[in-house]
T-cell receptor, first 113, second 113 residues
Framework: QKEVEQNSGPLSVPEGAIASLNCTYSDRGSQSFFWYRQYSGKSPELIMFIYSNGDKEDGRFTAQLNKASQYVSLLIRDSQPSDSATYLC?????????????FGQGTTLQVKP | ETGVTQSPTHLIKTRGQQVTLRCSSQSGHNTVSWYQQALGQGPQFIFQYYREEENGRGNFPPRFSGLQFPNYSSELNVNALELDDSALYLCASMLASGGDTQYFGPGTRLTVL
């Protein structure tokens, strides 16, 4: 079992729709969760981080964390073609005193005009 | 723009050679991590430096080594290059006392022939 799992996709949604990206993690004690966006050929760009159970909203983006289910998701409302990218979920290991992040393989999102 | 810079942008080497990649952290960030991202995969943690000392390492052989300088810039050195070392190499900086958020540089694309 991978430590952080994402469906590789592609996930295809029409412009204006809600895109839902999901991520599960194996280490129940994980504390910090991050979503990065990566355009083809570019480096990951931080979108959001979440530490507590529940929802965290930032503009069109909402991160949702459910520690009991070991599940974190990212919702993108009013999806735009410019949102087409790979979305990486990252988790900080609880036993680590470093900034080591464990990444999923990423989900490719395609927003069709 | 994250304020993290990397050089060079692209690099082509042959098997068995050695390479040095460089990273300049965001101003004030005293911690730098290096990641390797193979095509189609999420980034994998190589190691982290804090105050010029390595304080965490991923599952990479000793031929991957690093340095951090007093100005918090950093180097990744890879000896005896192998074909599988072809990847995007990312550095990420963070402030050790500022939570777990890491900001990535643009990356160096290394091709080993």
């Amino acid at each position: 079992q991978k430590e952080v799992e994402q469906n590789s996709g592609p996930l295809s949604v029409p412009e204006g729709a809600i895109a839902s990206l999901n991520c599960t993690y194996s280490d129940r004690g994980s504390q910090s969760f991050f979503w990065y966006r990566q355009y083809s050929g570019k480096s990951p760009e931080l979108i959001m981080f979440i530490y507590s159970n529940g929802d965290k909203e930032d503009g069109r983006f909402t991160a949702q964390l459910n520690k009991a289910s070991q599940y974190v998701s990212l919702l993108i409302r009013d999806s735009q073609p410019s949102d087409s990218a790979t979305y990486l979920c990252a988790v900080k290991k609880p036993s680590s005193n470093t900034g080591k992040l464990i990444f999923g393989q990423g989900t490719t999102l395609q927003v069709k005009p | 723009e994250t304020g993290v810079t990397q050089s060079p942008t692209h690099l082509i080497k042959t098997r068995g050679q050695q390479v040095t990649l460089r990273c300049s952290s965001q101003s004030g960030h005293n911690t730098v991590s290096w990641y390797q991202q193979a095509l189609g995969q999420g980034p994998q943690f190589i190691f982290q430096y804090y105050r010029e000392e390595e304080n965490g390492r991923g599952n990479f052989p000793p031929r991957f080594s690093g340095l951090q300088f007093p100005n918090y810039s950093s180097e990744l050195n890879v000896n005896a290059l192998e074909l599988d070392d072809s990847a995007l190499y990312l550095c990420a900086s963070m402030l050790a006392s500022g939570g777990d958020t890491q900001y990535f540089g643009p990356g160096t694309r290394l091709t080993v022939l």
